[in-house]
């Protein structure tokens, strides 16, 4: 007997995702408001439109983090409360196909996010413009979500199957993307100097992308236990 | 002397199944073979590890003593071989409740490949066909969430029975169902249905009469397991004393 393909599986996961944040409206929207009223709060907690180099990308990437907590708390609630995990464990297919639409779902929320988010950052706090700079800066996100998305999906897992999933989410998350932190906020800030965009270090880059890849494949490797019982 | 007719092969066999939560044994002890195309019904009061079995033999969860075999393939080693040969329809209707009911279904065909090969066409087909069959082709479009019980659960039967499944894993199936439910229902999931089934259910005459082979449980442990034919009503109604 063979299994569904993987890629079936994933495609009608994700689809199944999406419209269910269509509808609920659950967790993008959370995500955005969170952000934009954290610029809002900076804006005027720090009385100007003035933040600049390693200060902007800090602000910048910590709120980025929390906001994508928010999605993780919610990644797998209706998996666990309404019978998903029962239903996808039920049917023939690969385990880990899970992981990977709830990966790539969440990827998708923080980019969508990022949409918002940076306009708005750049309007309620960036002193200088965040035009120049701007092709690495997107290049910058994406490695960044994408090792979000990777822990954040694991840490999801693992959390939903607690009752202070509140509690365990960020306990367990944030300290394992503070490399993701550190690596995406050094990288961005020579973007945002007042003096004008800098280049942004490859090291940074190449952290990233090695976190993405770590972080990936231990997570593939450990994601069909986390699902057993 | 006619030639008698060949028992069919056992589609589970179960030898000394146990499992526990913690400390607590929740089924312990439980030895039976059920011929394939046969009904076992399962009776027992609440806690007594029925719904524990069914999710044992459903691959949801692992056995912690003795063997099991469902549809000719070990437990839990060879799980991967028995999903989507399955078909489970528990206390939960494994809907997403945001979803409408035919989304679900979509979702469900898609998870099992039902129409791989014959396009989309194949599987929407085999949905419309089934929520015909309920009754639910009308409000197939609403969000779980706002249909009454027994309307998700007939939709529950649907996603149940959905893939064709060989084995069919009833608990209460019958549960929120009007009798023109109950009866729509019949020739998806009741004996007419030509499955294996294994059925729990509280109503003794119905889970009699539909049954092969009976199972009691109490405590956890086997405290019946007889053919139908030898077994009464009282013997049943005493595993609830």
């Given amino acids: 007997m063979t299994g569904t393909p993987t890629r079936t599986v994933v495609a009608a996961l994700i689809r199944k995702d999406l419209r269910r944040e269509l509808r609920t409206q659950e967790s993008l929207p959370a995500m955005a408001l969170f952000s934009v009223t954290t610029f809002v709060l900076f804006h005027f907690g720090l009385d100007a439109r003035s933040l600049e180099g390693d200060l902007a990308a800090g602000v910048f990437w910590v709120t980025m983090l929390f906001a994508a907590v928010l999605a993780v708390n919610r990644q797998f609630v209706a998996e666990r409360e309404e019978g998903g995990f029962d239903g996808f464990l039920l049917a023939p297919v690969d385990r880990t196909a899970l992981f990977v639409a709830k990966a790539a779902v969440l990827f998708g929320f923080l980019v969508a996010l990022q949409v918002v988010a940076v306009p708005a950052f750049a309007i309620l706090l960036l002193e200088p413009s965040p035009g120049p700079g701007l092709l690495e800066l997107a290049g910058l996100l994406l490695l960044a979500d994408a090792g979000i998305a990777v822990v954040g999906t694991l840490v999801g897992a693992l959390a939903v199957q607690t009752r202070a999933r509140e509690v365990i989410v960020p306990l367990l998350a944030l300290p394992l993307m503070i490399p993701v932190v550190i690596a995406a906020a050094r990288g961005t800030a020579p973007l945002w100097l007042e003096a004008g965009a800098a280049a942004v270090e490859g090291r940074w880059l190449l952290i990233l992308g090695l976190y993405d890849l770590v972080f990936g494949l231990l997570a593939y490797a450990v994601f069909d236990y986390l699902l057993d019982e | ?241």
Wanted: hydrophobic share 45%; net charge neutral.
């Fill in chain 2, 1 to 241: 002397m006619p030639p008698t007719e060949p028992e069919p092969a056992p589609a589970i066999e179960l030898h000394d199944l146990g499992r526990a939560y913690g400390e607590r044994v929740a089924l312990s002890g439980v030895t039976l073979e059920l011929p394939a195309g046969r009904t076992l019904a399962v009776f027992g009061a609440n806690g007594a590890g029925k719904t524990t079995l069914l999710r044992i033999l459903a691959t949801l969860l692992r056995p912690h003593n003795g063997e099991a075999r469902v549809l000719g393939r070990s437990l839990p080693g060879e799980g991967w071989a028995v999903r989507g040969r399955v078909g489970l329809l528990g206390h939960d209707p494994l809907l997403y409740r945001d979803l409408s009911a035919r989304e679900n279904l979509r979702f469900h065909a898609r998870l099992h490949g039902v129409g791989r090969g014959d396009g989309r066409r194949g599987g929407a087909e085999r949905i419309e066909a089934l929520l015909d069959a309920v009754g639910m082709a009308r409000r197939a479009d609403e969000p779980v969430h706002t249909l009454s019980r027994g309307m998700t659960q007939r939709v529950a039967v649907c996603r149940a029975v959905l893939h064709e499944p060989e084995l069919l894993l009833l608990d209460e199936p019958l549960a929120n169902l009007d009798p023109g439910a109950a009866a729509a229902v019949e020739p998806l999931i009741g004996p007419g249905a030509g499955l294996t089934r294994v059925v729990i259910s509280h109503d003794v005459a119905h889970g009699l009469a539909e049954a092969d082979l009976v199972l009691g449980l109490r405590g956890g442990r086997q405290a019946l397991l007889a053919p139908r034919a030898e077994t009464g009503e009282a013997a049943v109604r005493e595993l609830y004393a």
